[in-house]
């Protein structure tokens, strides 16, 4: 299936024009399955990169729940200098945007180093948020005061290239708020949220992170609220996975949107469809949807 | 990914298993897998992922599927008048420039890939002998679509007592040995295989197509490796296990 | 559905005897639904009640997401002169729990000051909270000191009746210690998730607390993390729609669990059927569930 | 809620509306409603609720519903062999003591509680007249289940061009009126009404039996009142609209 991709499509994210507004979300979309992803996203996503190689969690990585999924991979991934020769086969012929972790402040302002002049790299995503990989047992984005130093440390590493701070939920309007302050291009909301899987008769339970379209309501609440608040845009993630998830995501205020566990069970071409079926009949092109509700249902 | 909707042409039940096929011509190598999921999304969000199911056989116009109700998820597939699969994914058996006798090792369910594996090494002329373990008697029926093949079965009723190792004679006498079942079982066949020895491996999985990094094994040397692009079907010793 | 209880399905809480493990998530089930609570629930707990009616928000005030829905009902209640009046129409002859929610401190003195003496009362739940009431902008539960503040001050108002803090998922760990310190005899985990149903097609937006299956993978967490870290129970609460999905919760570390959502679409007699069915097959009688994980399932 | 698991015996598109029957002999009051879902929990969780609808009609054998595909609710009901509903629920319409002639009026949809109530009259010997509005021709078809009823629709593809009320005499000739329809048209009967007058109301709802104070309509003097317990069918005078 191919979807034709048109100017009502087209979306500006942080001043880099995006021919579609999906964008796969970060560990979603490996290079091996990037054929289903040609003509279909806006600018291509590769997974997390860390400073060093990870050889991430034992398995099972894995366990379903009701509309969504928990994932405990932690991270595995090739390390920043591998990852770099490797580059060239994202090139899909849109803007390339690169996530990025660390351990450290240090780690994320070397990974940013390493990113800042490269040509190839259109944005850098900083993971701030994974909740898979502890440092002294809280993530990045546990409050506002780390989130505000790593995005200002990088903010000076890379000072041209585009940052998006992606967030978790919990605490997520304070850390938005310090992630504009301290120089943050913009925000993707949201990560996985921390959830468990047990198995009642293995007696056996899997901690990690949830996906799908269980957390959808959730990551709505999450970008309605920050984007109401902050003058960056925000990319919408979680749950996406129809035409008219993308634009509740955008009439919410998103300005582009993430498909991550929706793509292992549908073609992402589906969905674009299904969002440019919306759009003729809504009769609005895709950037004018951004933050377009008219109000709470309710009143 | 990409799923195709197929209604489901012939379906039958075989002691503990359901077999059934749909048309679509392939090609298909032994060993590969689809992703395979009772409706299109958004038909049933539990559970949300597809589940990996081999190919069974292939005759150029059907192609079929055998497995076991397990959870949820098979037990939907067993009800569908219609299924969502995939095209066939990842990495099957390596039957390039075997000559020698083979033997194909099945346990329970893990008979599934064998059957398309035997009809390839009979269109090479590479002789191979069939070696099949189960729970009981009534699992085992399935193993009259193997025929010639030897049965194990863990209380006797039906062919040796014992695992499939038990039905079958020193593995060094192949040239070849392709095994699929549970990891313990797969773990038995590396240590009694001392030569070529292929392996496929069952993990949970995410996606099937490289993409979540879900459904990964311990390769010497190289970490952690998704069995769903680089296997399911592997080397045996390069397997970490 | 009959299902017959037994001494297999019978636990303890906060020193009440239930004779199953199940109880009515407050707000889910009415005086005119009874019938079929009865011989299915170890104990009756009404909606929440407040010092005055309420009226409660304007309809629409439920929105479905995947595997969950969304309200907002906002407290309607008649207050609590008339449910004192109506309380008879809660006897099942099982014990009855109340929630209860104020404005402030001196609301929730004022209600647990109501109860303190009632022979009906088995315990009280404190519903901290609710998403859908603001104070300040604020829940309760926003933090650990207004968390103990409530606490405290109704444990001497009822220093003879069990306290159960109900609480929301964000930051629950911090204040469930706080609520335990505070002089609870127990904590109800999780009250509904804040999030945001849009309808593309209207352009409107439903705020409200999400429940139902998509949020159980969370309330699990919430569960195994607060239930390893405090000594009191803790009663699971959040998608329990099946019989294995109460073993869950108590292996997770839940000593009871209480079912809203579910019961709009399933007898909650099934449940407990399906339940006491787990038992039997696990051999194992419902009280020595609870914390009964071997480990995580990776490792 | 308890839900009762019911083949569907007979099942017609009628107009843009599906009329299907089961067996269940009732009893039934009318402008009762059941909560339906397309199969059992978790047969799907998208959506997760069930939906109700009101009865349309019982012959002491067989009892239909009438609906409307609007969303993925009804697409899915409009599929299914078998359905899930609840016993009926809510209070219906008050026919005690009404001797002269009624009105019934139905806006679309909302024709489903009247023929049922139209049934229950006829029984009773109670005259009454049948009005019916819809948008077009199209979904006026059903009103060939209604005979002798006057039909108005927005286009004027059928009977007269107007909305429901154009097609009624002054409705003070009536010893009582009936409506059911979007709540804009049940407003206009409302004022057009100043006798008798009962209106069954939609509003969303979660629970069906009480339970979530979802479904509430503001009744003049006591706030919100749910419509699932209390209605669907109000005195229009109640009604704070
Ligand atoms: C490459 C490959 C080929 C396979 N071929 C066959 C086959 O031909 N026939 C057959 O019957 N089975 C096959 N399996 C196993 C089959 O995929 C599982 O039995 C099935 O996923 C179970 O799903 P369920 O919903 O019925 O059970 P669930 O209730 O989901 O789980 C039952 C058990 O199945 C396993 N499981 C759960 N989810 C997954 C998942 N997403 N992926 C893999 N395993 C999971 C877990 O160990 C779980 O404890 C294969 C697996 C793999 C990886
Ligand atoms: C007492 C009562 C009796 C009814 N009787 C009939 C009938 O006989 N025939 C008929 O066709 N329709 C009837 N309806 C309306 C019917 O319930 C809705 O059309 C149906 O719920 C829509 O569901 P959906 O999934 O198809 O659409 P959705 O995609 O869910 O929604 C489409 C629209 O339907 C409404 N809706 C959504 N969810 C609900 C809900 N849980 N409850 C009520 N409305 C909802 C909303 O306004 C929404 O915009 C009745 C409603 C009530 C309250
Ligand atoms: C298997 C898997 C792996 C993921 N890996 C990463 C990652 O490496 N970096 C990251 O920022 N987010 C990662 N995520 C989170 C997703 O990018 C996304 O934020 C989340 O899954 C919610 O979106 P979804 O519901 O569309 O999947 C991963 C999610 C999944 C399911
Ligand atoms: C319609 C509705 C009304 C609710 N009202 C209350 C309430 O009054 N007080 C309260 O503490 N929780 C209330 N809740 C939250 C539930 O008690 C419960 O914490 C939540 O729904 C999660 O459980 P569930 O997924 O089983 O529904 C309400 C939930 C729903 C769906
Ligand atoms: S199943 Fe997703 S990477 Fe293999
Ligand atoms: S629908 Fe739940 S109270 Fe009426």
Same mark, same amino acid.
């Not at chain 1, 490797?86 to 070397?110: H, K, W």
């Not at chain 1, 898979?132 to 984005?141: I, S």
């Not at chain 2, 299924?83 to 599934?112: K, S």
């Given at each position: ?91 899909? #012929? !849109?803007?390339?945007?690169?996530? *990025? /972790?660390?351990?450290?402040? =240090?780690?994320?302002? +070397?990974?940013?180093?390493?990113? $800042? ?121 979680? #749950? !996406?996975?129809?035409?008219?998830? *993308? /634009?509740?995501?955008?009439? =919410?205020?998103?300005? +582009?949107?993430?498909?991550?566990? $929706? ?37 | ?241």
């Amino acid at each position: 299936m191919v979807v034709r991709t048109s100017a009502e499509l087209a979306v500006e994210l942080c001043g880099i024009p995006l021919r579609t507004p999906l964008i796969p979300a970060s560990g979603t979309l490996a290079k091996e399955a990037l054929g289903e992803a040609r003509d279909v996203y806006g600018a291509m996503l590769p997974k997390t990169v860390t400073p060093r190689p990870r050889q991430g969690n034992p398995p099972p990585r894995v366990a379903e729940t009701p509309a969504g999924m928990i994932n405990s991979i932690g991270l595995q991934n090739p390390g920043i200098d591998r990852f770099l020769e490797d580059l060239d086969a994202y090139d899909l #012929g !849109v803007p390339l945007l690169v996530s *990025v /972790a660390g351990d450290t402040v =240090a780690e994320f302002v +070397a990974l940013c180093g390493r990113l $800042a002049d490269d040509k190839r790299v259109s944005a850098i995503e900083l993971n701030l948020s994974c909740p898979n990989v502890e440092h002294g047992g809280l993530t990045f984005c546990a409050g506002p005061a780390s989130v505000a130093e790593v995005v200002a440390a990088c903010r000076k590493t890379a000072p041209d290239k585009p940052l998006l701070a992606k967030l978790t939920n919990e605490g997520v309007l304070g850390n938005a708020v310090a992630a504009e302050e301290a120089g943050a291009d913009g925000l993707t909301l949201i990560n996985t949220v921390p959830a468990l899987s047990v198995d009642p008769w293995a007696r056996k339970a899997l901690p990690g992170g949830l996906s799908g379209p269980a957390i959808k309501p959730v990551a709505l609440r999450a970008v309605y609220e920050v984007s109401a608040t902050v003058e960056i845009p925000v990319v919408g993630c979680g #749950g !996406v996975s129809t035409g008219t998830d *993308v /634009a509740e995501f955008m009439l =919410a205020g998103a300005t +582009a949107v993430q498909v991550g566990t $929706a793509s292992f069970v549908r073609e992402p071409a589906e969905i674009l469809e299904e969002f440019a079926g919306y759009l003729e009949k809504a009769g609005s092109p895709a950037r004018q949807l951004t933050g377009g509700l008219r109000g709470y249902q309710g009143s | 990914m990409k799923f195709y909707s197929v209604p489901i042409e012939h379906r039958e039940h075989i002691g503990g298993y359901t077999l059934f096929s749909y048309r679509w011509e392939g090609p298909v190598e032994p060993g590969q897998f689809a992703m395979a999921r009772f409706g299109r999304f958004p038909y049933t969000l539990d559970p949300l992922l597809a589940r990996p199911l081999s190919f069974y056989d292939q005759d150029g116009e059907a192609t079929s599927l055998l497995f076991e109700v397990r959870g949820r998820g098979t037990a939907l597939l067993d009800q569908a008048d219609k299924i969502e699969v995939t095209a066939p994914l990842g990495r099957g058996f390596d039957v390039n420039g075997i000559d020698g006798p083979c033997a194909l090792l099945g346990g329970g369910i893990g008979v599934a890939p064998l059957k398309i594996l035997g009809r390839r090494l009979e269109a090479l002329g590479v002789p191979y002998d069939t070696f099949l373990g189960f729970a009981d008697a009534g699992t085992a029926e399935i193993s009259r679509d193997f025929p010639g093949a030897r049965v194990a079965t863990m209380d006797g009723s039906a062919g040796v007592r014992g695992t499939v190792l038990d039905a079958a004679p020193p593995l060094e006498e192949y040239a070849a040995v392709y095994a699929c079942g549970p990891n313990p079982m797969l773990a038995a066949v590396k240590r009694a295989a001392d030569g070529f020895c292929q392996l496929s491996v069952e993990e949970r999985m995410g996606c099937g197509n490289g993409s979540c990094n879900a459904c990964v094994v311990p390769v010497e040397g190289r970490g952690y490796v998704r069995s769903c692009v680089e296997g399911p079907v592997f080397e045996a010793a390069t397997l970490a296990w």
